[in-house]
């Protein structure tokens, strides 16, 4: 294993009978923070949504992308974390203007919606396949809301642990193989290991040396590595599209005062500029074959 972060790890501990995926973000979760000015607990809560995204990739057969979606009618009205099948990782809070995000997923109300979605490409380019799975929104953090989640949907004994702080993001997650695999006490015996370890550690620790320290008596078996890294889907083509989806007389009058549409990407910060005198040719017919709209849905 290579001693690394922005690198996802999948593994066994065969004897137990237990697979396992721990991520560790430095530069991409460093690039994602970049973009936005967040308070302490807003900050937690996005580096634990952009290493479950990625944890999750590893976890689930994923060919397009996976986003965690959080909305809520507290100080944090929406957080979306996102990671593609190709290792691309990009994330957003959104807050009420001089507010943080509750320091307890209880506090958030009763109307808080949170949820896991599967997109994977279609036949058709324009219509992909999208899966979308609530979570309810047990315990106090994120990582114990998926951990519940994963126990019940799977229906298998399933660990998760989530850390972040402005430097690192970093998860582990262990779930018990399917069936008979492994020793009568396998499970029980890494939930034990697990336990030992703490936030602190888990983030301070790269992949290969963490696992050697935690599970080295169960002799892991590495699975399959990934390079993680952030990247952003904006485009021209995409903004073309949403603005289409206005239609020309709202587009015109959001660009009356200056002349022109200015769009800027929250995610990475790209700015897009459509001048008055292009509205014909935009608006003179929608592609064929033009993606639809991205959102926070």
């Known amino acids: 294993m290579t001693d690394t972060s922005d690198l996802l790890v999948r593994f ?7 697979r396992g995926v721990h991520v560790r973000l430095g530069q991409s979760w460093r690039e994602i923070l970049s973009h936005g000015d967040y308070p302490a607990a807003a900050t937690r809560l996005l580096g634990e949504a952009s290493v479950a995204s990625a944890l999750f990739t590893g976890h689930t ?55 896991i979605t599967i997109e994977n490409p279609g036949l058709d380019p324009r219509e992909p396949q999208r899966y979308q799975s609530l979570v309810a929104l047990t ?17 298998l004994p399933t660990r998760l642990l989530l850390a972040s702080d402005g430097e690192h993001a970093a998860g582990l997650l262990l779930q018990k193989l399917p069936g008979d695999e492994g020793d009568e006490d396998g499970w029980v015996r890494a939930g034990a290991l697990f336990d030992t370890l703490g936030r602190d550690e888990l983030l301070a620790l790269p992949g290969s040396e963490l696992l050697h320290r935690l599970f080295h008596e169960e002799n892991p078996q590495l699975v399959g590595d990934k390079a993680l ?35 800027r990407c ?21 592609p064929a074959n033009q993606p639809a709209p991205e959102r926070l849905q």
């Open 61 to 115: 057969k994923v060919d397009g992308r996976l986003s965690i979606q959080l909305r809520s009618s507290t100080a944090l009205r929406a957080l979306f974390s996102e990671c593609t099948s190709a290792g691309t990782l990009r994330g957003i809070a959104q807050l009420n203007d001089g507010e943080d995000a509750p320091s307890s997923l209880s506090a958030l109300g009763e109307d808080a919606l949170l949820a």
């Open 12 to 18: 066994l501990l065969p004897a137990a009978g237990v």
């Open 266 to 286: 929250e995610f990475c910060g790209q700015e897009y500029h459509f001048p008055l005198a292009e509205f014909g040719v935009l608006f003179s017919s929608t």
């Open 139 to 155: 315990g106090d953090s994120l990582d114990e809301a998926f951990e519940d989640y994963f126990r019940h949907s799977e229906q």
């Open 229 to 263: 890294s952030f990247g952003c889907s904006c485009s021209r083509e995409r903004v073309s599209a949403m603005l289409q989806s206005l239609g020309e007389e709202e587009a015109r009058a959001a660009a009356e005062p200056t002349g022109q549409v200015e769009v």
